[in-house]
């Protein structure tokens, strides 16, 4: 699906008008970009029936733009022209925290600022803070965020890169003459974002595989063309993809050298050295004597190690453990049983309730929390109180519509400035599941973040803390927190923390999530969907709960409907 890359074509159009002026056009493409990226249905056979124009917010122009965009695969002239007349490295400075369409056109027009280097330039020499509107303290921030933002810079999103290798994968899979094919390096990994594709075949024609790999219809450029390796640039979000031939027997050793970690295999290799053996991308020798290669399963065994799940390949303590037979069985792509947080079109979300339940049945889900936002996140559509009783009595009546699904009435919370929820406690105790989070108020001090929500965490009625560092991937660095008072605060109340799975989210991370079980936390992992389509992103915060060495007692939503019922009380 198109979806994601249409809804940012979008929301960066709406980006570069918005340094002009907030109007009316800005206010359009944001709708716009809000209704595409929440469809339950691909963009592309929406546009393939003629039915663009039917969508909430789009109308004949913004759907002839959306045509474009699909067709090229990410591009728009007009989105270009845009960028033409103002003439700066727009993607690279609003990725840093602090800075907006209009500061950034501040900081042009004032001090000729166009690319980070001239951002940190000017902040070093302390001229950012002489303008209008800045100040010591945004310039200060500027400069502790340019390292965030510089790294940032040319990886995507692990949400928006797997689907396209996996269409890949499919495709090279289907061809007669191609034997085994696997997606490897940082993708397979996991990792929240990634630099490339990383493909591996087994194939007895190799000049067959890469003559259609170099020709495939998202190719936009051909690298490297060659027998054993080549490289392409896609359309579709300007990535490379790497394909790599190799014989069946050395297939496992390769497909784990280039699944990583850089850090992993040099430890695995310092084993293999210890051992007398020798490892490679090509096998396990003593000697010249292959002795394992066709599997990961039989390398690692070569090495007297339990197999390692990709995830935990990070040298985070996974060698060493797995050389000692101790390695967790970390939760599976199938243990989760229902999904406690999503929205629906009773707040920000595109669907009914009844929609979002019909879609967790078919992921056969035993349960499901419907969460929308309360009164004070009027951006979000907050529920004030009548809302939300209105909302509770129409989740009944579904619930009676409805057999092998239990819907939870809930509610995601505001957690204030003072660590107030923005809900009464006479609503809250009506609810089922109440998730309580912090959306505003970002620039507290830690200790100020800290206190709120251990305050919020308090509340008797708060199951879950929803996102609880507040990050967004690319966009926004996790606010700073006293982590071990949470943990601690977490085990005496018996709070969830949530790993949301929401792919600019995945908060907590895999590091957070490793600290929480290890304080012997529990977890949610929920979606946060506004759509049924974005149900299906729940691997996403599986995946990331698993690279934090999470098991399935870790998480709450493993636990049957009865069991669940009978922990939450209800």
């Not at 340094?19 to 206010?27: K, S, Y």
């Not at 039915?51 to 909430?56: A, N």
């Not at 690319?115 to 010591?136: F, P, S, Y």
């Not at 579709?236 to 190799?246: M, P, W, Y």
Request: glycine share 8%; hydrophobic share 40%.
């Amino acid at each position: 699906m198109k979806n994601q890359m249409v809804a940012s074509v979008l929301n960066q159009v709406a980006d570069l008008m918005e340094i002009e002026a907030v109007d009316f056009r800005t206010l359009a493409y944001r709708k716009a970009a809000h209704t595409v990226e929440n469809l339950s249905e691909d963009i592309e056979d929406i546009r393939k029936e003629g039915r663009l124009q039917e969508l909430p917010g789009i109308g004949a122009k913004i759907a002839k733009k959306i045509e474009e965009i699909v067709d090229t695969s990410g591009s728009l002239e007009y989105l270009e022209n845009l960028k033409k007349e103002f003439p700066v490295d727009y993607d690279a400075l609003i990725a840093v925290e602090g800075l907006g369409p209009k500061s950034i056109k501040q900081l042009y027009n004032e001090l000729g600022i166009k690319n980070l280097d001239d951002l940190e330039k000017n902040a070093k020499r302390h001229r950012i803070r002489r303008l209008k509107g800045m100040g010591e303290t945004t310039e200060r921030k500027i400069l502790l965020n340019l390292e965030y933002a510089r790294k940032s810079t040319g990886r995507k999103l692990l949400g928006n890169i797997l689907p396209i290798a996996v269409k890949m994968k499919k495709e090279l899979d289907r061809l007669d003459y191609v034997e085994r094919v696997e997606i490897a390096g940082s993708i397979r990994r996991r990792k929240e974002t990634v630099g490339d594709i990383d493909i591996l075949v087994t194939t007895n024609q190799p000049l067959e595989v890469m003559a259609y790999f170099t020709g495939m219809d998202m190719v936009r450029d051909v690298v490297v063309s060659g027998p054993s390796k080549s490289t392409v640039r896609l359309k579709e979000n300007g990535i490379d993809v790497d394909l790599r031939v190799f014989d069946d027997e050395s297939f496992g050793s390769a497909l784990m050298y280039f699944t990583g970690s850089k850090e992993t295999n040099v430890a695995l290799r310092r084993i293999a050295i210890s051992k007398g053996l020798k490892l490679s991308e090509y096998g396990v020798f003593r000697g010249q004597k292959l002795v394992a290669g066709t599997t990961e399963e039989d390398v690692f065994k070569s090495l007297g190690m339990e197999y390692i799940e990709p995830e935990l390949r990070e040298n985070t303590g996974e060698v060493e453990a797995a050389s000692l037979g101790k390695l967790p069985k970390i939760l599976g792509y199938n243990d989760i049983v229902g999904d406690l947080q999503m929205h629906s079109e009773w707040g920000d979300g595109s669907r009914s309730i009844f929609d979002m339940a019909k879609k967790a049945q078919k992921l056969g889900y035993e349960y499901i929390a419907i969460t929308d936002h309360s009164g004070s996140l009027r951006i979000a559509n907050g529920m004030d109180e009548k809302t939300m009783l209105k909302q509770m009595k129409e989740i009944d009546n579904l619930q009676d519509q409805l057999e092998d699904i239990m819907i939870f009435k809930g509610v995601e919370a505001n957690i204030d400035s003072y660590g107030l929820l923005d809900v009464p406690d006479k609503i809250l105790g009506g609810m089922d599941i109440v998730l309580a989070g912090i959306h505003s108020g970002f620039n507290q001090n830690s200790k100020e973040l800290t206190r709120r929500i251990l305050s919020a965490m308090e509340n008797e009625y708060v199951n879950i803390i929803a996102h609880p560092t507040g990050r967004k991937i690319q966009e926004r660095k996790a606010y700073e927190l006293d982590l071990e008072r949470i943990f601690d605060a977490s085990n005496d109340t018996g709070t969830l923390l949530e790993v949301n799975s929401h792919m600019n989210r995945l908060d907590l991370n895999d590091v957070n999530i490793k600290m929480a079980v290890e304080h012997g936390c529990k977890l949610a992992v929920n979606t946060d969907a506004h759509s049924p389509a974005q149900l299906n992103n729940i691997h996403l915060g599986i995946a990331t709960a698993r690279r934090g060495w999470a098991k399935k007692e870790d998480i709450i939503n493993t636990l049957p409907l009865k069991r669940l019922l009978k922990h939450f009380d209800i």
